[in-house]
């Protein structure tokens, strides 16, 4: 059985159309990346969006922040989703995935915040990581004029921004920070170490694949230097006391195996857990194919996730 065999067949247009990535010409993809970003844009009239500048941590550039709400609102406070775009930490702006926001803001009621955290190989770890950090402390500092609840701060990322969601989640519980009610790493890049099955198994360079994961951590990580539980959380020792999980990943994803493995340690730490591995699928499918009936289903779970957990306050 080939690959293309295992792929759910909603998928497979997609895979037979995909070029694949080039790392090699980053410097030249990442300007049309971002300028692309930014002609994709489309307005909604159920959603106001706006770009702001806040500073940066401990001196560090000041990192931009896109906010979306809903057009029509109440006074009282809303619930704020933290979200941190994919892209393996190499490209990727607060533009990235402006419709997934958008869709965040009117299925689930809340604000939500992306963050255009320092990008690889300008910046390594953990840089990053301290933009979305950063970013959480402004808003919880600010929430008064954002209208958000305090008491009801979630994050979410996808790939590389999915380790930033399971990092900020540590290192809130860590810095004794703002309190969150839900952490989604979907699919997240949270093993530096790339030794598990389907980290071998997944090699396919039409999708996202073994040599792209070992690219996006090289040029991350700081030569020599040993990753923190910070930077790669699956070098966590100890889940306890981290906020529940709600986290999905496609079969087929090089991030299978790890991503099921922190899920089970959360779960043996005490931490409430709801995962959905997805058979026939490859890395960030439900953006490559929106209309697929299973990216429609990973969609719905993720928003009735978020509802539940905003519910509760």
């Given at each position: 059985?080939?690959?293309?065999?295992?792929?759910?067949?909603?998928?497979?247009?997609?895979?037979?159309?995909?070029?694949?990535?080039?790392?090699?010409?980053?410097?030249?993809?990442?300007?049309?990346?971002?300028?692309?970003?930014?002609?994709?844009?489309?307005?909604?009239?159920?959603?106001?969006?706006?770009?702001?500048?806040?500073?940066?941590?401990?001196?560090?550039?000041?990192?931009?922040?896109?906010?979306?709400?809903?057009?029509?609102?109440?006074?009282?406070?809303?619930?704020?989703?933290?979200?941190?775009?994919?892209?393996?930490?190499?490209?990727?702006?607060?533009?990235?995935?402006?419709?997934?926001?958008?869709?965040?803001?009117?299925?689930?009621?809340?604000?939500?915040?992306?963050?255009?955290?320092?990008?690889?190989?300008?910046?390594?770890?953990?840089?990053?990581?301290?933009?979305?950090?950063?970013?959480?402390?402004?808003?919880?500092?600010?929430?008064?004029?954002?209208?958000?609840?305090?008491?009801?701060?979630?994050?979410?990322?996808?790939?590389?921004?999915?380790?930033?969601?399971?990092?900020?989640?540590?290192?809130?519980?860590?810095?004794?920070?703002?309190?969150?009610?839900?952490?989604?790493?979907?699919?997240?890049?949270?093993?530096?170490?790339?030794?598990?099955?389907?980290?071998?198994?997944?090699?396919?360079?039409?999708?996202?694949?073994?040599?792209?994961?070992?690219?996006?951590?090289?040029?991350?990580?700081?030569?020599?230097?040993?990753?923190?539980?910070?930077?790669?959380?699956?070098?966590?020792?100890?889940?306890?006391?981290?906020?529940?999980?709600?986290?999905?990943?496609?079969?087929?994803?090089?991030?299978?195996?790890?991503?099921?493995?922190?899920?089970?340690?959360?779960?043996?730490?005490?931490?409430?857990?709801?995962?959905?591995?997805?058979?026939?699928?490859?890395?960030?499918?439900?953006l490559s194919v929106p209309e697929a009936e299973v990216?429609?289903?990973?969609?719905?779970?993720?928003?009735?996730?978020?509802?539940?957990?905003?519910?509760?306050?």
């Amino acid at each position: 059985m080939t690959f293309r065999d295992r792929i759910q067949p909603q998928l497979r247009d997609w895979y037979d159309a995909s070029a694949g990535f080039d790392f090699e010409h980053l410097e030249e993809f990442v300007p049309k990346c971002n300028a692309a970003e930014l002609a994709n844009l489309r307005e909604d009239p159920q959603v106001k969006a706006w770009d702001q500048m806040i500073p940066g941590p401990d001196g560090a550039p000041q990192v931009k922040i896109r906010v979306y709400a809903p057009s029509q609102r109440e006074k009282a406070p809303l619930p704020c989703l933290f979200f941190y775009h994919g892209g393996g930490f190499l490209f990727g702006t607060v533009y990235r995935q402006e419709d997934l926001c958008q869709r965040y803001v009117k299925h689930v009621g809340c604000v939500v915040v992306s963050v255009e955290y320092r990008l690889a190989p300008q910046w390594k770890m953990p840089a990053p990581l301290e933009d979305c950090y950063a970013a959480l402390l402004w808003v919880w500092t600010n929430h008064q004029t954002l209208g958000v609840d305090p008491d009801r701060l979630a994050v979410a990322g996808l790939s590389a921004g999915g380790n930033l969601a399971a990092a900020v989640a540590l290192l809130a519980r860590d810095r004794k920070g703002p309190r969150l009610c839900l952490q989604v790493p979907l699919y997240g890049e949270l093993d530096c170490r790339l030794e598990t099955p389907s980290s071998q198994e997944i090699t396919d360079r039409k999708v996202w694949c073994r040599d792209n994961c070992r690219i996006s951590w090289d040029k991350v990580l700081s030569p020599g230097h040993m990753p923190t539980q910070y930077e790669s959380p699956a070098l966590a020792k100890d889940l306890g006391g981290l906020p529940p999980l709600f986290s999905f990943i496609g079969q087929l994803d090089p991030g299978r195996d790890e991503n099921l493995t922190y899920w089970s340690r959360l779960m043996a730490a005490g931490v409430p857990v709801e995962c959905h591995v997805f058979p026939g699928c490859y890395h960030c499918f439900e953006l490559s194919v929106p209309e697929a009936e299973v990216s429609k289903q990973a969609y719905e779970l993720t928003y009735a996730a978020l509802r539940r957990a905003f519910s509760k306050g």
